[in-house]
């Protein structure tokens, strides 16, 4: 029996420590903006001009999507495959570096981009813009390594794609905060309980239910929901703004900041 009992403490204990959240990178403000891609709305998305574009237009983070070559490089694409932003075809992962660094970003100003590195990415964020950084297809270990090879590990968020990625994150890099959806089965108050206290996340993205949003509230987790949209305007951003969040990721960030600026609304709807 007294093993028994000992078993269970320590259960409780794990789930006390994965309730531990780590804290978020530091703000300027109290609503928080994310640069969907980067600010794309002049170049392309994915690029180092779109994270200086995302600083330029007052953002607080830049989305960034990461992927990793045939031959183990992380690079920045949204998309498996090249398609539709480059000049090439195919899947990033069946493209060596040097191959990929070949193609044209696609883009309307005429410039030539390439597609960058994850280190290039962090060395353009560094001391500027936060890193929203959608976890596509990566190793953690060598993720983690090139954050703290940039001085980047109070600038960055790992949004979670897929449940494998959790744990490798908590075992290789347990400060980082990190950002999820709440899955299928975690859609009402007991069971996003007992999601959270499994799983330590700073941030979730896909809760509108005023429940689930008390739950978020009281554990002190934030919630940032998107609002991009062919027609993202007032209307979408209001939308977003009504459910008291903490921070909206936009396709138009610039307008986006205008406006939360013009309702004095930059600093902030508090949790």
Known sequence: MKGLLFFTGCILL??????????????KHGFIVIAHRGNHEIVPENTTASVEAAYQCGADYAELDLRTTQDGHLVLMHDATVDRTTNGKGAVADYTFAALRQLNIKSTDGKIYRVPTFAEALKAARGKVHIYLDFKEADVAQAWQQIRDAGMEKQVIVYINKKEQYQPWRDIAP???????LPDDAQTPAQMEQFLDAHSFAVLDNITDSTLMTVARRRRISVWLDAQSPNEGPDAWNAVLNRKVQGMQSDHPGALVRYLREHRLRDGLKK
């Open 14 to 27: 794990l789930g006390n420590s994965f309730a531990q959240q780590p804290v978020l990178p530091a703000q």
């Open 175 to 181: 400060q980082m905060p990190l950002m999820s959806s």
